[in-house]
């Protein structure tokens, strides 16, 4: 089935060690989005790349950082993990404009 | 019941119960509108969809009706089942754009 997978689901990672977390998808979108989810909250945009070009929100921190190598990969770099940054980590994607996103299951990050 | 707080808003139900889950929306300039339903430790899942130029579609025991007048969207659910409980969130496209803006978020708790 098609669909988009991430990996780990669970990580723990200690206090300014760098983490990377992985987003694939077999839907061949175009539009892969990043969004960092915490309790009881709507999922916030990071940033997202419409085929290879990415775009960033305003806010994001600069702390996070995000690669494509290609369609169906995209991966969320955090430098300097700080305990704010716990959190859900959700990955979707979109087949170009305006249209629905498909997400994966979310990697829920830890900071000790 | 429905109640809203520091945490999401809640709506209580019966099972068997018709549920109606709540959204205004802010931007008149949308025109495509979303609802996802996240249980909980997984990603949202796309439930049902509307375009700006209908007022009212139906699905599988949902149905999604809009009100440009007064932006507001609704979803209900009918015969609700314990596997309904979720945090249903709204999300709207404004015209021209790919990028979604999610609503706060409603918690349904279904009682058997």
């Known amino acids: 089935d098609a669909m988009v997978i991430q990996n780990p689901r669970y990580q723990v990672t200690q206090f300014g060690k760098p983490v990377t977390l992985s987003c694939s998808q077999t839907?061949?979108?175009?539009?892969m989005y990043w969004y960092q989810q915490k309790s009881s909250q709507a999922p916030k945009l990071l940033f997202h790349y419409y085929d290879k070009d990415f775009n960033n929100e305003a806010d994001t921190p600069d702390n996070f950082q995000s690669r494509r190598p290609n369609t169906s990969f995209c991966f969320l770099d955090i430098r300097s993990p700080g305990l704010g940054d716990a959190a859900m980590y959700l990955c979707?994607?979109?087949?170009?404009?305006?249209?629905?996103?498909?997400f994966g299951p979310g990697t829920r990050l830890l900071v000790l | 019941g429905e109640s809203v707080g520091l945490h999401l808003p809640t709506l209580s139900v019966q099972e068997g119960d018709n549920s109606i889950i709540n959204c205004a929306y802010s931007?008149?300039?949308?025109?495509?509108f979303i609802w996802y339903k996240q249980e909980s430790g997984k990603g949202p899942q796309f439930i049902i969809d509307i375009r700006s130029n209908m007022d009212k579609r139906q699905g599988q025991r949902v149905t999604v009706l809009l009100n440009k007048t007064v932006k507001h969207l609704s979803l209900q659910i009918a015969a609700t089942q314990p596997g309904d409980s979720a945090v249903y969130f709204c999300a709207e496209n404004p015209g021209g754009s790919y990028i979604p803006t999610f609503g706060r978020g409603t918690s349904l708790i279904v009682h058997p």
């Open positions: 979707a994607t979109s087949w170009t404009g305006g249209e629905t996103q498909y």
């Open positions: 839907l061949n979108h175009n539009v």
């Open positions: 931007n008149s300039a949308s025109d495509y």
